[in-house]
C-alpha cells in the first residue's frame, strides 16, 4: 500500500512495524531456547549410556555439549527477556503519544466548553 502511492510509511507505522519485529524476535529466542533445553537433555541421556559403558572420553564430551546447550538456552532466554522489556517501552511510549496527541487536540479547541471537553477525553 505504501510502496503504491509513493509515501513512505508514517512514523506510527514504522514503531508499529518495530513493536512486532522486537516482539517476533522474542519469540524466536524463546523457541530456540526450548530447543536447546531439549538438546541438553539428549546430551545428558547420551552421557548417562556412555558412563553405563565405562567411556569416560565419551562421557565428558556430552557432558561439555550438555553444558554448552544448558548455557545457551539460559542466554537465549536472557536476551527474549531483554527484548521484551525494550518492547514494552516501545509500547507503552507509543501509547503515552497517542494520549498526549488526544490531550493536545481537546485542549486545543477553543469552540468547547471545558466540561464537554474534560468528559470527551475522558471517554476516549
Known amino acids: 500500500s505504501t510502496q503504491s502511492t509513493g509515501r513512505s510509511p508514517t512514523s506510527k507505522h514504522k514503531m508499529e512495524n518495530?513493536?512486532?519485529?522486537l516482539k517476533f524476535t522474542s519469540k524466536q529466542l524463546q523457541r530456540q531456547a526450548k530447543k536447546s533445553e531439549k538438546n541438553e537433555k539428549l546430551e545428558k541421556a547420551k552421557l548417562k549410556k556412555a558412563i553405563e559403558k565405562g567411556n569416560v572420553e565419551g562421557a565428558r564430551i556430552y557432558a561439555q555439549n550438555a553444558i554448552r546447550e544448558k548455557n545457551?538456552?539460559?542466554n537465549f532466554l536472557r536476551l527474549s527477556s531483554r527484548i521484551d522489556a525494550v518492547a514494552s517501552r516501545v509500547q507503552s511510549a507509543m501509547h503515552m503519544k497517542q494520549v498526549t496527541r488526544l490531550s493536545l487536540i481537546h485542549i486545543s479547541e477553543p469552540t468547547r466548553h471545558a466540561q464537554i471537553s474534560y468528559a470527551v477525553f475522558c471517554l476516549k
Do not use: D, K, N, T
Not at 518495530?18 to 519485529?21: D, E, G, P, T, W
Open 18 to 21: 518495530q513493536l512486532f519485529q
Open 72 to 74: 545457551q538456552a539460559l
